[in-house]
């Protein structure tokens, strides 16, 4: 889809204003996504706004001018996130907090992030419409650096929320300029002991619920144009090497060899059957191999590979990885070639409680879409609050499954039945 000319306009051309209702407005959402795709806009009208970016900052500044607008009291935290605030009617109770990201990838997409945000801020324009008051304190957060554009590591912003913070390894970040976390956070105006202590009380929020794009094709196969998720992935990186003997390749004949790429292949293949025998939200990825000497003409000395596994449940991922592990070693036995791993990377699955679950399907009942659960093999910062406070998620539809893209498309009317159905769970949890 071409997006050069105005995304506002791209949004409205096949938008049915009879969609407009509850005071959501579906013109007031594609409005503030085009104001907000145009900083940090790339050549190929993608979006460039790292973390902790003066682009991400500018983004954040005239998102925060929208929620003044609205009513909302607004500060900037420690770690570079944005709140706004509605007290309610009880002030002194725990708020429900809505949100997400603006920050990008390198030439992303327009809707990862900033739709969350944008449809959180919605449901505040629409109850001001009306005068609606909630009986609990409302907040919309725009979280600091989701994406790790910066340091090749993301949600430095939702952890600094929840303080779920090693101070240890973020001192020893940096970024492609070779410039130190804390050199990144004062050209933003943040310090590190302002990021340090910046967490938010266990007692200061009930829940938080994340609108996001799919970044998948279910809902798209199904004609839905929202869905519940049912968990958010953990995911677990393995790195293996595979050892064998390097020989020339015309002169080693086929059955005096220790090919470890033989070894690997079998590994692979044998993996890729693993999920299956358990769930239909675990999956196992080799995405990156390393080969030595890596010559057309010479049999591999060794091959690194790295395995992503992810699932929703922690026992049933744990247990991939067990078999994941032994499934190595049997490659390895079956080709005489030595095989070792190192776990680099271990984080905790969130599964989404299975009563805010039946909330959000009884939401999109009234709305009359059929309820439809999925779950989030992708990050988001749900993930790290979710390790703090309960947490539930809904998906909007991502045409084609692309993201992380220009070309990474949601139709507004699809947005607006999303923004309807958060107004109308938050209203539910009152």
């Known amino acids: 889809m071409d997006l050069v000319y105005d995304l506002k306009e791209n949004l409205l051309a ?16 594609a409005e503030r996504l085009s104001h907000l795709s145009k900083i940090g806009r790339t050549s190929s009208n993608g979006s460039n706004r790292p973390g902790y970016s003066q682009e991400e900052k500018a983004a954040k500044e005239l998102i925060a001018s929208w929620m003044r607008e609205a009513g909302l009291d607004v ?15 009880n002030p002194e109770s725990p708020a429900i907090v809505s949100g997400s990201h603006v920050d990008s990838v390198p030439n992303g997409g327009h809707f990862d992030g900033p739709l969350g945000v944008m449809l959180a801020l919605e449901i505040v324009d629409a109850w001001q419409s009306s005068g609606y008051v909630p009986e609990k304190p409302y907040e919309v957060v725009i979280f600091a650096d989701e994406e790790g554009a910066c340091f090749n590591g993301g949600l430095n912003g939702s952890e600094a929320f929840t303080g779920d ?45 994340e609108v996001h794009i799919e970044q998948g094709k279910r809902l798209e196969k199904e004609n839905l144009p929202c869905g519940i998720v049912t968990g958010i992935a953990g995911a677990q990186w393995i790195a293996f090497t595979f050892t064998g003997e390097a020989s020339h390749a015309g002169n080693t004949p086929m059955t005096d060899r220790r090919d470890p790429m033989l070894a690997v292949s079998d590994f692979m293949l044998a993996i890729n059957k693993l999920p299956g025998k358990y769930n239909d939200s675990a999956v196992v990825t080799v995405g990156k191999l390393n080969v030595k000497p890596n010559g057309v003409n010479v049999i591999p000395s060794s091959v690194e590979l790295f395995v992503d596994l992810r699932d929703i449940y922690q026992d049933t991922r744990d247990e991939i990885a067990l078999q994941v592990k032994e499934a190595a070693k049997q490659a390895g036995e079956k080709f005489n070639i030595d095989v070792v ?35 989030s093999g992708a990050g988001h910062d749900a993930m790290i609050l979710g390790q703090k406070w309960p947490v539930a998620m809904l998906f909007v539809q991502s045409k084609a499954g692309i993201s992380h893209n220009p070309a990474e498309w949601t139709e507004l ?12 769970f938050i209203e539910k949890m009152q």
Not at 15 to 28: F, L
């Open 413 to 424: 009317a699809d947005a607006v039945m999303a923004a309807r159905a958060l107004k109308k």
């Open 165 to 209: 913070v090693n101070m240890v390894e973020k001192l020893r970040l940096t970024d492609s300029a070779g410039r130190s976390f804390e050199e990144v956070l004062k050209d933003v105006g943040l310090t590190v002991e302002g990021y340090e202590t910046t967490s938010r009380e266990q007692e200061e929020i009930e829940m938080y619920v």
């Open 14 to 29: 096949n938008y049915d204003k009879k969609n407009d209702r509850d005071g959501i407005s579906g013109e007031r959402i």
């Open 75 to 89: 500060r900037f935290d420690g770690g570079g996130n944005v709140i706004g605030r509605l007290a309610g009617k």
């Open 341 to 375: 791993y190192k776990e680099l990377m271990d984080t905790i699955p969130v599964p989404i409680a299975k009563d805010l679950q039946g909330k959000l399907a009884e939401t999109l009942e009234e709305l009359d879409v059929e309820p439809y659960y999925l779950p």
